[in-house]
């Protein structure tokens, strides 16, 4: 990476949907410069892409469910995360090393919907137990303080 | 609570995968012009449904290659306390302050294993830390398409 990723990457953390025309000018270099460079960082892996944080309280939301699973002996990595991946509502799975072997998280509207999610949960092959925390913030799907990490110290 | 329309949500499903779609390309999938999609984005914006756009950055390139969810249990009033713990010693994705078998649940970047053991003993001797459990991630799966919007 060099100083004008650098400056690409500033940019877009600034503003992630400013135009390339615009950053180009502010660069003094040439717009197809910053697009190139832009698809050779998510080529790379540097960066992913974009999103959109959409507060799904405004329609009907609650929060977020937090839910922490032990699998069981039956366990299998790819057919387990796949039948859970089928479950509405639930858009991340994260598997992890330490106390725990899955981490979900999902959103649901209400009380009823989340306890409906942990029970299919629970009624699907290889889980073992399910420990839930909720949280009372529907912002989808990344909070605000991931946007206010800094990448550079300058 | 507001009620959304079916071209609302194509909209935001489009803008949620990549905040950067081409305004033409979500106006011929909803067969209206792109003046009408974009009149909706800034109704989306105003009525704060759409809150802001993120960069996905890949934390491993930029030398935090370490992701790991902490849950903590303690008093109250310590709350604060550890949130600056962790921001002081690595990059903070999350703060979420939680109901049941966690008081608090955060998502952060580390330098390394060694660096997320010093956040968690830092942690720990705190007054009233009752538990701190670290769970490192190492395979993430996302998907945003079955949500029941």
């Known amino acids: 990476m ?22 180009a000018k ?17 080529k790379e892996g540097t960066i992913w892409g974009t999103t959109t944080i959409v507060d799904l309280s405004k329609i009907g939301f609650q929060g977020k469910a937090f839910l922490f699973i032990t699998a069981s002996q039956h366990y299998d990595q790819e057919s387990t995360i796949k039948s859970l991946s089928e479950i509405p509502n639930i858009y991340l799975i994260s598997e992890v090393i330490g106390k725990f072997d899955l ?8 009380i009823t919907e989340i306890r ?9 092959k290889g889980i073992q137990k399910v420990e839930v925390s909720l949280n009372n913030n529907a912002l989808f799907p990344l909070k605000k303080e991931y946007t206010e990490i800094k990448l550079f110290n300058t | ?39 909706r984005i800034e109704n989306l914006e105003k009525k704060q449904l759409i809150v802001k756009s993120a960069l996905l950055i890949n934390m491993e390139s930029f030398g935090h290659p370490i ?17 600056q713990i962790i921001k002081e010693h690595a990059k903070v ?3 979420n302050k939680t109901i049941g078998n966690y008081d608090l649940c955060l998502f952060v970047f580390a330098k390394s294993i060694n660096d997320l ?30 949500l029941t919007i």
């Open chain 1, 103 to 110: 981490l979900i998280i999902a959103v649901f509207h209400d």
């Open chain 2, 1 to 39: 609570m507001q009620q959304i329309d079916e071209i609302d949500k194509t909209i935001l499903k489009a803008l949620i995968k990549n905040a950067r779609t081409k305004l033409k390309e979500i106006a011929e999938d909803c067969k209206v012009s792109i003046t009408a999609i974009k009149r």
């Open chain 1, 2 to 23: 060099d100083k004008i990723d650098e400056g690409i990457l500033n940019e877009l953390m600034d503003n992630p949907k400013k135009p390339f025309l615009t950053i």
């Open chain 2, 67 to 83: 992701i790991a969810t902490i849950g903590v249990n303690m008093d109250q009033n310590q709350e604060e306390t550890v949130i």
């Open chain 2, 117 to 146: 053991d010093k956040v968690k003993q830092k942690i720990r001797n705190q007054i009233g830390i009752k538990n701190i459990d670290v769970n490192i991630w190492h395979k993430l799966h996302t998907q945003y398409n079955n």
């Open chain 1, 116 to 124: 409906e999610i942990i029970k299919k949960i629970r009624n699907k």
């Open chain 1, 26 to 42: 502010k660069m003094q270099i040439a717009p197809v410069t910053v697009q190139a460079r832009f698809e050779k960082m998510k």
């Open chain 2, 93 to 95: 994705g999350g703060i």
